[in-house]
């Protein structure tokens, strides 16, 4: 019974912690591109602030792909998009065989933006795109031959001027939800809201540190009960059987009578 104390407060820990982290990161949501095609991902519908995409689960991507998919932001607040990694086939004479072309506008409405190539592919991840509407849209297209392993992108809703109560103020003067400091994502555009230490490490210390104290605690109270256990193995009660039950001693018969003959004879 005392060895399955310390377990169930570690599991009790673990499930609150748990709780608390996916509260925690009810703000940003992962999604997988190809699973997500022709899509638009409104942030303000789905209380978002920030949008983490990757084009395939898989190693490399599908040939004969094409794929479209859409962030918009909420109003008065636009779009930063900022390239984790990009591993997508370059053709000879430096042509995009494959491609991620990245648009103004949201699904019913697209240009290409001015602040960057109108097709991206290779390895060479380009510089942070700031859009200048609410919505971002991506289209990648593949062909039969050459592969890739896709990208990493991250979605992050900002407004520029005054931050409010619950934002980050950016060094680039931008305003992001506070949530989002020190989430190892570049979500400013700049690396200023970029921590030693992320949300993630302080919560694995402070589980890991619970589990342990709890591990050190539990240990001592077992221990401690052992010890004592074997205490009273080694010294039993004076009169005791060797059952370690004390039994009151009866004195003989004989013993009584002859005192009871010498009070007579006095």
Request: net charge negative; with cysteine; glycine share 8%.
């Amino acid at each position: 019974m005392w060895s399955s104390r310390p377990f169930m407060w570690e599991l009790c820990v673990f499930l609150l912690s748990s709780m608390l982290l996916r509260l925690a990161t009810a703000y940003s949501k992962s999604y997988v591109m190809e699973d997500y095609c022709d899509d638009l991902i409104d942030l303000e519908y789905n209380g978002l602030s920030m949008v983490h995409v990757r084009l395939t689960e898989l190693g490399i991507y599908r040939p004969h792909m094409s794929c479209t998919f859409a962030v918009r932001a909420p109003p008065m607040h636009r779009l930063t998009l900022v390239m984790e990694w990009i591993d997508i086939a370059e053709g000879r004479f430096g042509y995009c065989s494959d491609y991620l072309a990245v648009l103004e506008g949201d699904l019913n409405k697209t240009y290409y933006t001015d602040n960057m190539d109108a097709k991206l592919c290779g390895q060479k991840k380009p510089a942070a795109i700031t859009s200048s509407r609410r919505g971002l849209t991506l289209h990648f297209d593949s062909n039969q031959i050459e592969e890739g392993a896709g990208f990493s992108a991250v979605f992050t809703s900002f407004h520029e001027g005054s931050c409010q109560t619950g934002e980050f103020s950016c060094e680039n003067g931008r305003c992001i939800d506070q949530r989002l400091k020190c989430d190892k994502y570049d979500n400013c555009g700049d690396f200023s809201d970029d921590c030693l230490l992320t949300v993630g490490d302080v919560v694995a210390a402070v589980i890991i540190t619970s589990i342990v104290f709890l591990l050190i605690v539990g240990g001592a109270v077992l221990y401690c009960y052992r010890d004592k256990i074997k205490f009273r193995k080694k010294c039993p009660v004076i009169g005791a059987n060797p059952d370690g039950v004390y039994h009151p001693t009866t004195e003989p018969a004989g013993k009584d009578d002859g005192a009871t003959e010498q009070l007579t004879a006095v």
